[in-house]
């Protein structure tokens, strides 16, 4: 599977922005499509994910009721829409996948055998 991530930007604080995930490559219906951050000088933390066969959603408790995960099957795309942005929302942005997870495991990064190149959302206050 091969993951083009794109749409981040610069935004001021209560902004919003949408990442896509493009996805190429073998079929999806086992994957969950996941979204991480990463900050300067911090770990790479979940942000959320979306199984691709029956749209489960799973987010992190910090961006719960301000960001939202969408995907189009026809176009393979996964979609983070982002509202209400804040200062500790900036960070590089990746898509990864994975199939065969179980809902206990979306959230683990290491857990993920592919991912895009990431995009840079930079949140100014």
């Known amino acids: 599977v091969q993951l083009q991530a794109s749409g981040g930007g610069l935004v001021q604080v209560g902004g919003s922005l949408r990442l896509s995930c493009a996805a190429s490559g073998r079929t999806l219906s086992n994957y969950v499509m996941g979204w991480f951050r990463q900050a300067p000088g911090k770990e790479r933390e979940f942000v959320g994910g979306?199984?691709?066969?029956?749209?489960?959603?799973y987010y992190a408790d910090p961006v719960k009721g301000r960001f939202t995960i969408s995907r189009e099957i026809a176009k393979k795309t996964v979609y983070l829409q982002m509202n209400n942005l804040k200062p500790e929302d900036t960070a590089v942005y990746y898509c990864?996948?994975?199939?065969?997870?179980?809902?206990?495991?979306?959230?683990?990064?290491?857990?993920?055998?592919?991912w895009g190149q990431g995009t840079q959302v930079t949140v100014s206050s």
């Open positions: 979306i199984r691709w066969s029956g749209g489960n959603l």
């Open positions: 990864a996948a994975q199939s065969g997870l179980i809902a206990s495991t979306v959230s683990s990064s290491d857990l993920y055998g592919y």
